[in-house]
Structure formats: structure tokens, C-alpha cells
T-cell receptor
């Protein structure tokens, strides 16, 4: 158990819909990272927040957004969903912004029908 | 740009066989190198890391040596077990900021009794 929690574990929705994925980092970790894992794209870094502020951006679509709240939990919002957005979404956390070791949550499996 | 290449899987080995998973990288600057493991149905876990040339990372019987001259970080284990069946990801981060970790495509390992 990494100490990172993600909800929900599974999510099934339809194209065009909007969903919110939630992540609680390990106690004491200030950084939260979001990744998308799909069969064709592999593991892709989406975005990182550090202590409430956006710190780094990767291959995140404009339809996707994230935020980190004062209690350090983070939410990833996915809108206008397409079939190709079906994937595993992982959250990871680390102590600092430049934290080498990232601790991954169990992931949220999203299926868009 | 920075990238990681791994040998393609899946790799299937018998129990107690020797394991090598090749990893090579391209990076500007001096990256830190990591191996992460993803067991079925779980998130990624850091397996080992090395932060400078000639460093050897080791954990749970796995080893990898940072070879700057060949830009490689091959993962080895002398005797694999069924419980080692998982997907293994080689990864790097560059410079003083570890905000973005770049992952390889992953190599699936199946160990059969």
C-alpha cells in the first residue's frame, strides 16, 4: 500500500460526458502527479501540482483540467469524453516538487462507451 | 528530446531463470534513472534507482547499473520467481527538477513454475 488513494476505482460513462477523478496523496506529500496509461500510448505524464500550484504540464488535452485543494487532495476533470479517453488514470505523490521517488495510487479505470 | 527505450515483451521465463530487461535512454544533461514495477491490478512502485554514472541500484534481488558510456540501465535478476511476474518500466528524469519523469513503454514479464 503506497498511501496514495484514488477514487473511484472504476468508472463507466458515455461519450460527451464529464467525469472527475479524485486523488489523496500520502500524508506529508505536497506534490501530486497525474498520468494516463493506455495500451497504445503507454504511460503518459499529464500534469503536476505542488502545494496547490500547477508545477509542470505534460501531454494533457485542453478538455482535461486538474486542481489541487488546500488539503492537498487533487482532482482531474475530464470533459467532452471520447472513446479514446478510455484508460487507466494514475495519481502519484512525492514529498517535494523535485521529489525523485513518486508513490503511485492504484489507479482509476475509465471506460468511455 | 529525452526518451527511454526498452526491449519489447512479453518476456516469458521459467522459475529460477536469469532475467535481463534492456533499457537505453537519450537525454540532455545528466539524468537519474529508475526502474518501476507494476504488479497486476496495481499502480507502479519504485523498484530501484541510480542517480549518477556507475551507480548500481538494487532491491529485492534486482540490480541495474547506470552506464553513461552506453546510455543504458539494464535490469537483471539472477533467479526469478513466479511472484516477479509484472510489467517493468524504465524511466528517467533530468537535471535538478524531477517534475517530469519519462517512462519507457514497459516490458511484461511472466514467470512460469
Amino acid at each position: 500500500d503506497s498511501g496514495v488513494t484514488q477514487t473511484p476505482k472504476h468508472l463507466i460513462t458515455a461519450t460527451g460526458q464529464r467525469v472527475t477523478l479524485r486523488c489523496s496523496p500520502r500524508s506529508g506529500d505536497l506534490s501530486v502527479y497525474w498520468y494516463q496509461q493506455s495500451l497504445d500510448q503507454g504511460l503518459q505524464f499529464l500534469i503536476q501540482y505542488y502545494n496547490g500550484e500547477e508545477r509542470a504540464k505534460g501531454n494533457i488535452l485542453e478538455r482535461f483540467s486538474a486542481q489541487q485543494f488546500p488539503d492537498l487532495h487533487s482532482e482531474l476533470n475530464l470533459s467532452s469524453l471520447e472513446l479514446g479517453d478510455s484508460a487507466l488514470y494514475f495519481c502519484a505523490s512525492s514529498v517535494e516538487s523535485g521529489g525523485e521517488t513518486q508513490y503511485f495510487g492504484p489507479g482509476t479505470r475509465l471506460l468511455v462507451l | 528530446g529525452d526518451s527511454v527505450t526498452q526491449m519489447e515483451g512479453p518476456v516469458t521465463l521459467s522459475e529460477e531463470a536469469f532475467l535481463t530487461i534492456n533499457c537505453t535512454y537519450t537525454a540532455t544533461g545528466y539524468p537519474s534513472l529508475f526502474w518501476y514495477v507494476q504488479y497486476p491490478g496495481e499502480g507502479l512502485q519504485l523498484l530501484l534507482k541510480a542517480t549518477k554514472a556507475d551507480d548500481k541500484g538494487s532491491n529485492k534481488g534486482f540490480e541495474a547499473t547506470y552506464r553513461k558510456e552506453t546510455t543504458s540501465f539494464h535490469l537483471e535478476k539472477g533467479s526469478v520467481q513466479v511472484s516477479d511476474s509484472a510489467v517493468y518500466f524504465c524511466a528517467l528524469s533530468v537535471g535538478t527538477s524531477y517534475d517530469k519523469v519519462i517512462f519507457g513503454p514497459g516490458t511484461s514479464l511472466s514467470v512460469i513454475p
